[in-house]
């Protein structure tokens, strides 16, 4: 209690440098929250969008997947009905989709085929709805009509505006067979999206049917996206399906060649997610450390301050019998102290902003286009908040007000009583 006396002693008596303290501690841990919502809101919403997009858990062809950047439209599942309905029965298993995705040259009927190269997206339309939720994205025209869906397709905002298309538009587009023969389809543009986010905008969205023509695939896939409860989980339902896909009697009933098997991916095992997601931790890491790390440097730079000026004080209380111990107790309890309060306000300060900028979000606006088209982004960031964000930042700003202060106490403990006393400080 006589630590903790004179540590709020000390406080006040200094209100300028008590109040700098406080307020370097207030900066750091604010900056914190909002740091750490910002990262949870762009990084938060690309891992969603990323396992949205390619499952929480594929099933493809062990050749395919090796050889997934050549395209190899040979290497598909034949014929996906029954292992649908076993993937379905999986504990944990949510949603099961076919897809195809198919690299086109695209261009607007009347117009030469150019060079604009697009991706037919063909899965059932309640993958389109459900997973993607394209029927909330329309910006222009409506939603596949109940009976000529086959001929119509949807189109990414950002591909339209380049190939020149609007609503009731015909789109033609060029792609190939399994067996490498030519195949061109033509669509009528029911509708065009905006979906804020730079992969899903230059593609075409179709039903399964006919993407299965393109590809001369009529019963099958090049791939099953596999969803659980949460993409979080995607390893151990990964596990599940892997189990699932390895029996006997599934490999006879695709009618696959012989020697050939299946292999179960989840979404964060494969590139280039692996690597997004590395590079992710990293930049989470670097930013937490250079805010605490300015924080500790302010708080450091105070309290040796603080040693300095009472040097002499320090002397008196060494020879009136605190020890080296309760000297450093003295001021690491001071910065604590007043950490707490710095702390507290910058916490709440932090989650004010953050709460308030989660409905305003950040429009990446022309700079999107910059982004590569191979990932998920979405055009407007928005922060998410939660409140262990707040709980961490408070944590990590007394952590620092700790570390800061431990030099300068250690530092004070070493003043011998005589030599204090003799500088008259």
């Known amino acids: 209690m006589l630590i903790i006396r004179l540590a709020l002693r000390n406080a006040s008596r200094n209100t300028r440098r008590t109040a700098l303290t406080m307020l370097t501690v207030l900066l750091g841990t604010m900056l914190l929250t909002l740091g750490m919502s910002w990262v949870e809101g762009i990084f938060g919403s690309f891992q969603i969008e990323a396992a949205r997009s390619t499952g929480h858990v594929r099933v493809v062809t062990q050749t395919f997947a090796e050889r997934e950047m050549l395209q190899p439209l040979h290497e598909n599942l034949p014929v996906t009905a029954g292992l649908e309905d076993t993937l379905r029965a999986l504990p944990g298993v949510t949603e099961v989709h076919p897809r195809l995705n198919l690299g086109v040259l695209a261009a607007k009927d009347g117009e030469e085929l150019g060079e604009t190269v697009s991706m037919v997206v063909a899965a059932p339309l309640a993958f389109h709805r459900q997973i993607l939720g394209l029927d909330q994205r329309i910006a222009q025209g409506g939603w596949f009509s109940a009976e000529d869906f086959g001929k119509e397709a949807l189109v990414g905002r950002a591909l339209a505006s380049e190939l020149g298309l609007g609503v009731g538009d015909r789109l033609i587009v060029l792609g190939r067979t399994q067996d490498g023969s030519m195949s061109d389809l033509l ?68 009618s696959l060649p012989e020697g050939a098997g299946l292999v179960a991916q989840a979404w964060n095992q494969r ?5 997004a997601l590395v590079l992710v931790d990293a930049i989470a890491a670097i930013i937490v450390g250079c805010i605490v790390f300015i924080t500790a440097l302010g708080v450091l730079n105070t309290m040796l301050m603080s040693v300095l000026e009472r040097t002499g004080e320090i002397g008196v209380l060494r020879a009136m019998g605190l020890s080296t111990l309760g000297v450093v107790a003295l001021f690491v309890v001071e910065a604590l102290l007043i950490s707490i309060v710095g702390g507290a306000l910058g916490s709440g300060i932090g989650s004010v902003l953050s709460i308030a900028l989660e409905g305003v979000g950040l429009d990446l606006g022309g700079a999107a286009r ?26 990590l700003g007394l952590s620092v007000a700790l570390v800061g202060s431990s030099s300068p106490a250690l530092r004070a403990a070493q003043i011998q009583p005589v030599q204090a006393m003799r500088a008259r400080r």
């Open 187 to 254: 669509f009528q543009v029911v509708g065009i999206t905006d979906t804020g986010n730079t992969l899903y905008d230059r593609q075409i969205f179709v039903d399964l049917e006919r993407g299965r023509w393109i590809a001369d695939i009529p019963e099958g896939a090049l791939e099953l996206l596999v969803y659980g409860e949460d993409h979080k989980e995607a390893t151990e339902l990964q596990a599940v399906v892997q189990q699932a896909i390895s029996g006997p009697e599934v490999l006879a009933s695709l």
């Open 271 to 275: 590139e280039p997610w692996t690597s």
């Open 370 to 395: 910059n982004l590569p088209d191979t990932m998920p982004v979405n055009r407007i960031l928005h922060p998410i908040w939660a409140p262990s964000q707040a709980l961490k930042s408070f944590l």
